[in-house]
C-alpha cells in the first residue's frame, strides 16, 4: 500500500505512550483494515521446503528465495491466524517446527506445533 501511494501512511503502532499506541492501532484500523503494515524482517525460517519471513508481530511471509518475490501469508492451511514468533524452533528428530503468537486479546498466547512432512496446499 505504501509503495503506491509513494509514501509511508501507517501510523507507527509499536511503541510509546499507551494512548497514542491505542489511537495510532484505531487510525490504521480504520484506514488499513490492519494494526501495522506488513513487515517480518526479523528471521526467515525453512520449513517443508518452503522460505518464510517472520517477525514477532506479523504473519510469516513466504517468499521465493530466487527471487525474493512474495507468495504470501503463511496461515498454515487455515489452522493460524495470529502473530507468528520470529524464532520458531524445529524439533531435530522429527522436524517438527514450534511456534508461538501474542495478541492482545484472549487467548493471549498460543502454542503451536507445525508437523515436519507439512506440505503447502496450492491455492487455485
Do not use: C
Not at 80 to 97: C, I, N, S, Y
Amino acid at each position: 500500500m505504501e509503495k503506491d501511494r509513494a509514501k509511508p501512511s501507517f501510523i507507527p503502532a509499536v511503541e510509546g505512550h499507551a494512548l497514542a499506541i491505542l489511537s495510532a492501532h484505531l487510525f490504521n484500523w480504520m484506514r488499513f483494515g490492519k494494526v501495522n503494515k506488513d513487515l517480518s524482517n526479523t528471521d526467515v525460517v525453512v520449513h517443508g521446503g518452503k522460505f518464510y519471513a517472520v517477525a514477532e508481530t506479523h504473519a510469516a511471509q513466504e517468499f521465493d528465495i530466487l527471487t525474493l518475490d512474495a507468495i504470501g501469508e503463511w496461515d498454515i492451511n487455515g489452522a493460524w491466524d495470529r502473530p507468528f514468533t520470529a524464532h520458531p524452533k524445529k524439533a531435530p528428530v522429527t522436524g517438527e517446527l514450534v511456534i508461538f503468537g501474542m495478541q492482545a486479546f484472549k487467548p493471549f498466547i498460543e502454542l503451536g506445533v507445525v508437523s515436519g512432512t507439512y506440505v503447502r496446499t496450492k491455492l487455485s
